[in-house]
Structure formats: C-alpha cells, structure tokens
C-alpha cells in the first residue's frame, strides 16, 4: 500500500498533493511563518501566500492530472520566492558581514557558516570540503579548525536564527573559557 | 563595494514608491502589479509584495475589497486611501525635486 495523495486546504482552494509535495509545501509555509513571525498581519500574508501557490499550482497542473507534484509546486514556489520582510536586510547586504563565526545552525563551532556567510558561499560546499581536507591531511585539518575557532570572533546571536545546537553551544562556551585565560595571561 | 550593491538597496527603497504608484493608477490585484513590475528594474515576487502590501495597509495608505474572478476563489483589489493618495503625491513631488537636484549638482 502506498499513500499516494494528500488533500489540501490551501486558503480558499482544495488541492491534492502527492507526498513529497506536500512536504515541500509545508516547509515553506513554515519558514513563511517562522520569518514573519513578530508580523501583526502574518496569518494574513501566509494565506495570501497559500492562495498564490494553490492559484499557481492549478495553473501549472497539466490538463487531465488532478495531483499535484514537484513538478509543479517547485516552479510555483520559485515564482513566488521566499518571504521578503519590507525593511530587512537582503543576503547580499548580509554577504558584507565581517568573519564571524555563526553559532546558530552550526555543526561544530560555526566556522565553515561563518566562512560561508563572508564568501557568500554554501555552507554545504564548505563543509564537503573540510571533511575532505581532514581526510588528505590525516587529521592535521583540526587543528586548522581549532586555530579558525580561536581566532574568528562569535557573531552576535540573533533571536530570529536557528536554534544553537548543544555542540556549538559547548563549543562556544568552551572557546569563550579558552579566550579569558589567555587574556588574564597576557594580562 | 560595488555599484550594484550600492543601488540594490536604493531599488528597495523605491518599490513601496512603485506600489504606490501601480495601486493609484487603478484597482488591481497582486498578479496585476507583478505583471507591471515583470521586466523593469523593480522585478519582484508575491513572497515580497504581500507582506509590503500589508505593511502599506497597516499604515492606512491601501485598503482592499474582495471581488469575484470568473476562475477560482475571489480576489483582493487594492486601491489607494485618501492618506495614500497624500503620500503618493507628496513622493512624486520629492522624488522630481532630488531627480533635478541630481542633474543640476556637480555639473
């Protein structure tokens, strides 16, 4: 048995969505949400933003198909692109921040999001390439990664962020421990 | 910084202008104005103009009816308030005055 479609209430309109669209679906609305979420109006705007995906996926549904796929609601989710707050700052005014190092959403300390974010680079490719750095350097990469968590400053923690994860957490605080004995010796 | 970077934020700045000035010309829904700004410096998306409108609308400058579409679910038509009207004249009016200060200074 496989669960082929899942009716949805989109606003005003009932779609049918198969499972991986359905997900797709929800997770933009839950990011829609999650950005506007100190907006006064963000029911509102997020069913605005319902309708204007049920309104683009019916007229993307090729004549005959009745389920909504990947195919469909992808296109409609790039024409609509991602939730904008007037007044906020862009990601490319966010690319011209200083080397910081990016707690929240981090794997280790936040170096390779800190690099990402200067180079204005994916943090993906960043992190494929330090673990393979690790793996050519038989492990001499960690200390490059502990000398970079040293060095690179915290950016300051922004409530509308990811959560910090326990790692990065310690990691910080243990950087931040590293850094106020070193200061009382210099001192 | 490059020259794009330093216009894109003037861009922004400019699109509530534009908005302003789509909504004053006549009533028209979201696709109406996406349609307007499609080709122009001033391309944008739903997932933009939706919460600006909002934000227009908080200020008491848009105000919207709901109207019924041959196809689908009604729509919402924007219009302009008597306050957005005001506002929208006194941007023309500066926007005109800083575009003759431009040509006229270092010239």
Redesign the interface.
């Known amino acids: 048995m496989q669960r082929i479609s899942v009716t949805v209430i989109l606003n005003r309109s009932t779609l049918q969505f198969d499972a991986a669209a359905y997900e797709r679906v929800e997770r933009y609305l839950a990011e829609a949400r999650h950005t506007l979420a100190d907006n006064p109006d963000q029911a509102e705007i997020v069913a605005d933003l319902e309708q204007a995906v049920a309104d683009q996926c019916t007229r993307r549904l090729a004549a005959g198909s009745t389920i909504v796929t990947l195919a469909e609601l992808q296109p409609a989710l790039d024409e609509i692109g991602s939730v904008q707050v007037p007044g906020s700052s862009t990601s490319s005014e966010r690319a011209a921040r200083p080397l910081q190092q990016v707690s929240e959403g981090a794997m280790i300390s936040g170096v390779c999001q800190g690099l990402a974010r200067y180079f204005g680079l994916d943090v993906s490719l960043l992190r494929i390439a330090a673990v393979l750095l690790l793996l050519a350097t038989g492990g001499g990469m960690i200390l490059v990664y502990l000398a970079l968590m040293l060095l690179m400053p915290y950016a300051p923690l922004e409530r509308s962020g990811k959560p910090v994860r326990k790692i990065p957490a310690k990691s910080r605080s243990f950087v931040e421990f590293v850094r106020a004995k070193l200061g009382v010796a210099a001192a | 910084?490059t020259a794009e970077?330093k216009l894109?934020?003037i861009r922004?700045g400019l699109l509530?202008f534009l908005v302003l000035k789509i909504v004053g010309a006549r009533s028209v829904y979201?696709p109406d104005i996406l349609r307007r700004l499609a080709g122009t410096e001033f391309a944008?998306?739903?997932?933009?103009l939706?919460?600006?409108l909002?934000?227009l609308?908080?200020e008491d400058l848009v105000l919207y009816e709901w109207q019924e579409s041959e196809s689908?679910?009604?729509r919402?038509y924007y219009r302009l308030t008597a306050a957005g009207k005001a506002q929208l004249a006194a941007l023309d009016e500066y926007w005109i005055l800083i575009n003759r200060t431009i040509a006229d200074i270092g010239t």
């Open positions: 910084m970077a894109a934020p922004k509530e979201v944008t998306q739903e997932g933009t939706y919460p600006l909002s934000k609308r908080r689908g679910p009604p919402k």
